[in-house]
């Protein structure tokens, strides 16, 4: 069974740098697409992207393109998420989550990671 | 891409049965069977409870159900219990080269 788990808690400062980690136990992940999702307080899921593990082929949701950056280690499982140069804005919980891809098309997210909080905040 | 439209909340006691819709448009909802419905308890990871508008994962009660009319996605909660209680998303396939998904903008189900 593929367990994902993902990096602890961060509080940042605006401006400032962060790459969260997403990594799969149990089997490995090298030909599955595994999604980034951002739940902001109060608010509800949005689709940030997608990486394909064994060639890190990346899609990003429009709104997301250019705010973040998706990358896949694929020796150790793992897949990250990072800001260069954080927002207030970017506050939210962020999950991964593998997805079902069928014939080419996305399916749906299984399994989810625990989630990683990230706090921006001068 | 636009999310889908989900009513903010829904409520119902326990043993009854409750609707949720997830409305899209021909470009999403209406034009593929890629729904999936997710339930989100707080502080939870979230769960897939219901996969391609109807199929259910192993392990996922036959009290939850889905379905599909033109553009609008719904999901059925039979015999309300109250671990039913939380946050529930739409989500669909939005049918471009990039792998586009959207999701709805969840309903929090209160089980009464």
């Known amino acids: 069974e593929v367990q994902l788990v993902q990096s602890g808690a961060e509080v940042k400062k605006p401006g400032e740098s962060l790459r969260i980690s997403c990594k799969a136990s149990?089997?490995?992940?090298?030909?599955?697409?595994i999604g980034w999702v951002r739940q902001m307080p109060g608010k509800g899921l949005e689709w940030i992207g997608l990486?394909?593990?064994?060639?890190?082929?990346?899609r990003y949701s429009p709104p997301f393109q250019g705010q973040v950056t998706i990358s896949a280690d694929e020796s150790i499982n793992t897949a990250y998420l990072q800001w260069s140069s954080l927002k207030a804005s970017d506050t939210a919980m962020y999950y991964c989550?593998?997805?079902?891809?069928?014939?080419?098309?996305?399916?749906?997210?299984?399994?989810w990671g625990q989630g990683s909080l990230v706090t921006v905040s001068s | 891409q636009s999310a889908l439209t989900q009513p903010p909340s829904a409520s119902g006691s326990p043993g009854q049965s409750v609707t949720i819709s997830c409305t899209g448009s021909?470009?999403?909802?209406?034009?593929?069977?890629?729904v999936s419905w997710y339930q989100h308890h707080p502080g939870k990871a979230p769960k897939v409870i219901i996969y391609?508008?109807?199929k259910r994962p192993s392990g996922v009660p036959d009290r939850f159900s889905g379905a599909k009319s033109g553009n609008t996605a719904s999901l059925t909660v039979s015999g309300l219990q109250a671990e039913d209680e939380a946050d529930y998303y739409c989500?669909?396939?939005?049918?471009?080269?990039?792998?586009?998904?959207?999701f709805g903008g969840g309903t929090k189900l209160t089980v009464l």
């Open positions: 989550a593998r997805l079902e891809v069928v014939t080419g098309i996305p399916n749906y997210f299984d399994p």
């Open positions: 149990g089997h490995t992940l090298n030909n599955y697409w």
């Open positions: 990486i394909y593990l064994r060639d890190s082929d990346t």
């Open positions: 021909n470009s999403d909802v209406g034009g593929y069977n890629f």
């Open positions: 391609e508008v109807s």
């Open positions: 989500s669909s396939y939005a049918g471009t080269n990039n792998l586009d998904l959207v």
